[in-house]
């Protein structure tokens, strides 16, 4: 059975860092691209970053140059550096990934609050 689990949420003040990690079990972590999403209250979910299977990556324009996502395929996991954390990126975020017969998987979310 396929896990996905965020952590690292937190409440941080404007211009901190966090750092999300997604560990997945139960797939084989490296086939597949991984993405964050977030979804703000009253907000559609939306695509923060991705990385391929080799490496390359995609962010929202509102996250360049602040975010970095990465992945250790040797911990199944993913991770999501947020530096320069400004209050509009308060919100839940999501890991998620799509398998190799199309099923999407998400995690329970965590939640990022940026707030003085």
């Known amino acids: 059975q396929v896990q996905v689990v965020e952590s690292g949420g937190g409440l941080v003040q404007p211009g901190g860092s966090l750092r999300l990690s997604c560990a997945v079990s139960?797939?084989?972590?490296?086939?597949?691209?991984m993405a964050w999403y977030r979804q703000a209250p009253g907000k559609q979910r939306e695509l923060v970053a991705g990385?391929?299977?080799?490496?390359?990556?995609n962010y929202a324009d509102s996250v360049k140059g602040r975010f970095t996502i990465s992945r250790d395929n040797a911990k199944n996991t993913v991770y999501l550096q947020m530096n320069s954390l400004k209050p509009e990126d308060t919100a839940v975020y999501y890991c998620?990934?799509?398998?190799?017969?199309?099923?999407?998987?998400w995690g329970q979310g965590t939640q990022v609050t940026v707030s003085s």
């Open positions: 998620h990934f799509i398998n190799r017969l199309g099923r999407e998987y």
């Open positions: 990385i391929s299977t080799e490496q390359s990556t």
């Open positions: 139960g797939s084989i972590f490296s086939r597949y691209a």
